[in-house]
Every structure is written in structure tokens, then in C-alpha cells.
């Protein structure tokens, strides 16, 4: 919803909200939050709110920290969980250096100018989401343990699905933000779930995505358990993804809307400029070790390809008559920042397009049948990096300190889990209890 300063201003006193939430991603994705009295408002909306960027683990390191928090009034969102009087409202945030410039490390503002980008070539791109995450129990004393909160299947019921109440809570929660979850089910491992969202604009898909995480984590700690979206939380069982759902609109047109059976050129072309530049860009869609462990294993893909039909492949695009149909993106997690993920996927896409990039063949083949000379994803976080280091797309979006601060962080991140003897315990510390 659009809303003015003023609409903001009126809305936060009829509603007896005393407390505003800032918040805000580290380049990283995680997400932040600064606290502030309902009455400083005003004052934040002209000026902005200083905060030392030093003391956050994912942001850059320049000479001058100080950083600038912009309330986007349109962001604003009601805390359902919290107190109905003396409410919280949150914000999500435009970062600015204290000269008034943007942050090269916003993500939003990245993420917005891709969107611009798209628009002033005429395309105008609608995302669809799918979230995996799984739910374990908390011990006596709130502990977390790795204990599934179930052990159903794909699509199963409850009494053997334990997680319904949960995920419907997590719904009615998402409802009452004005976010509106598609579908939910119980995915294929032991306590692992799936929500589905409507499509929307990129930015709002971002946010929302954003916000999900949070609400499911605190939905499920409310409920004593514990939600992770870290991408292999248990070695033997499936992973969690994101899947990313691309519709394009051009005018009136969905371009991944099948044509006598068959997909338009720009849609072939705007295929073939992700599957080109999807290695490049694996670090910022699988951004740490635990993501590898994921791809390749049970349905997650493997290799640059795409299908129709093929639910393993890299890419989907179903051949439905449908305003609806998209193409599907299946190698993203849940460990990405969402803002930079989605804009580098809409430029990659723009890329091909603009370029006309021919589409190879689909490939129909189960991923055990196909050859070994396929090209693949990163295999590693290692491989991941060395992949976006030598980027001519990625130097030619990003900024050349953004770039090099995320490759020197993963890159310790690397090594710590190169020399590490037991993979699984670094990975169980590092993302289990944090993602």
C-alpha cells in the first residue's frame, strides 16, 4: 500500500503506536533493527537516524561508518505479535552515506534500480516465491536439538504432520501484514515446510520475503520450537530452497506465456541469459558452505540446464495457458539476500533479452542420465567465489567495494571450513543456529 508521510504520521496515532522498528538488511541478508519512540518520527522521516556501521559483521569497512536509516513510508506494517496497546510498527529502510548519497551496500536500492532498469526497456517483472524451512523441537530447558518436530511426508496430514497449526499460524500472522501466502504443506523431510507466495513486484517480493523469515522464526519460538532456513540442516534428509518464480509482463503480455506450443524468442532469450550468467552469480543466490550440501542432493539442481517438464533441472518453465505462467528458478536459498539475488536474476534475464542469447535445448533427462560435460553449478562455496571474481556482469552492477568486501568475507569463510575436520559440526554451529 502506498502511503504519505502525513498518512504514516495519522496512522501511527490513531493506532496508539509508541514504538517504531527500523529495519534493515546487512548486504548479507541478514536482518537489523533499530528501535526508536513513535514521537522521533518526524524527525527520522526529514533527517534520518545515525547509526555506527562498524559494529556490524556485514557491512563494508570504510573510513567513514557512519551510516543514514530513511523510513520508506509504503513498508509501513503493524507487529501482530506484539502488544495491542502501546503497538510496534516497522519500516523497512533506505541506507544513506550522511553526504545523502545511497549506500552501495542497500540492497533495496540496488534491487529498485533493476527494477527501473527493466522498466525503461519496457519489461515489467512480477516474482513468485517458494520457502522451505524445517521445525525442531526445544528440549525441557528451551534448548534447541536437531529432534524433527515431525517425521511426516510430502503432503502429508496431521496427526502425522505436527507442523499444520504451525504453518497456519505463520498465515494468519503473514494476513494480518497484508502479505498473502499462495499454498502451504508439509514438504518431503522430517519437519520441513513449504509456503508459496502470490506473485507481486520485485521489491515487495523482497520485502516479504524478508519479513517471512522473521515471522516464522518468532511464530515458531512463540510455540517453543525452532525454525531454521539453513539449506542442510540434516545431512541424510532434503534441503530447504527458494525457489524463485519469474513472470514478465510486456504491456498487457506475459512473455512465459506458451504460444502454439511453444515459448517467444524474448522468453527463450531471456532463459538463456540466466543459465549464461547463473555461475557468476551463485554467490549471492548459495552464499555459504551449507548451500553446496544442499545442490545436487535429492531434487536441487546440479547442472545449467532447463525443462518443461523435469521438476530436477535448474530452471522450469511449465507449459500452461495460464496469465500465470513463469519460469522457475530452483537453485536460490533461503541463506541470499533476497534484494540482491532478485536484481541480479531480473539483469541477467534483461541481458539476454536485449542481446537476443540463443536457448539450448531442454534437457528431459533425470540429472543421473545426464553427461558429465553439462555444465555445472558451483560445486563449493570455494568454486562459488572464484566464479564471481572474475565477473564482468557483477563488476559492471555492483559497486567495486561490495564486490570485494563479500568476496573477502566468504572467502574466510571458505577456508575456516576447509580446515575444519568435522564438516557437519562447522556447518551445525555457523548456520544452524543462525540461519
Known sequence: MKYTER???????????????????????????????????????????????????????????????????????????????????RFFCTIKYTDGTVFDGDGRAFLKNAVEYARGKGYNFQIGTSCEFYVFEKNDNGQITKIPHDYAGYCDIA?????????????????????????????????????????????????????????????AD???????????????????????????????????????????????????????????????????????????????????????????????????????????????DNTCNPYFALGLVIYAALEGALNGEELCSATDLSPDNIEELTEKLPASLDEAIEAARGSEFLADRLSENLIAHVLDEKEKEAKEFAVCENKEMFETVRYFYTL
Not at 541478508?29 to 559483521?57: C, N, T, W, Y
Not at 494480518?176 to 513486484?201: A, K, L, T, V, W
Open 7 to 89: 498518512e504514516v504520521l495519522q496512522f501511527v496515532e490513531e493506532n496508539d503506536v509508541k514504538f517504531i522498528k527500523l529495519m534493515f538488511c546487512d548486504i548479507f541478508g541478514a536482518l537489523k533493527s533499530i528501535s526508536v519512540p513513535a514521537s522521533e518520527l518526524p524527525k527520522i522521516f526529514r533527517k534520518g537516524l545515525l547509526f555506527d556501521a562498524s559494529k556490524l559483521s556485514g557491512f563494508m569497512n570504510f573510513s567513514s561508518t557512519d551510516l543514514l536509516l530513511f523510513p520508506d513510508p509504503d513498508t509501513l506494517s503493524l507487529l501482530p505479535w506484539r502488544p495491542q496497546q502501546g503497538r510496534v510498527v
Open 222 to 332: 512463540r510455540n517453543g520450537l525452532y525454525a531454521t532456513f539453513m539449506p542442510k540442516p540434516l545431512c541424510d534428509r532434503p534441503g530447504s530452497g527458494l525457489h524463485i518464480m519469474l513472470l514478465c509482463m510486456k504491456g498487457t503480455e506475459n512473455i512465459f506465456m506458451p504460444r502454439r506450443g511453444d515459448l517467444g524468442n524474448e522468453a527463450k532469450s531471456m532463459i538463456a541469459g540466466i543459465l549464461k550468467r547463473v555461475r557468476e552469480i551463485t554467490l549471492f543466490l548459495n552464499s555459504t558452505a551449507s548451500s553446496y550440501s544442499r545442490l545436487g542432493t535429492s531434487r536441487a539442481p546440479k547442472y545449467i540446464t532447463w525443462s518443461h517438464e523435469n521438476f530436477a533441472q535448474l530452471v522450469r518453465v511449465p507449459m500452461i495457458n495460464t496469465d500465470e505462467n513463469a519460469m522457475i528458478l530452483r537453485s536460490p
Open 159 to 219: 496427526p502425522a504432520d505436527k507442523g499444520e497449526n504451525l504453518r497456519r499460524d505463520i498465515c494468519l500472522t503473514l494476513e494480518q501484514m497484508d502479505i498473502y501466502p499462495e499454498s502451504s504443506r508439509h514438504e518431503s523431510g522430517p519437519g520441513q515446510n513449504e509456503i508459496d507466495f502470490r506473485y507481486s513486484n520485485a521489491l515487495n517480493a523482497a520485502d516479504n520475503l524478508v519479513t517471512f523469515k522473521n515471522v516464522v522464526k518468532s511464530v
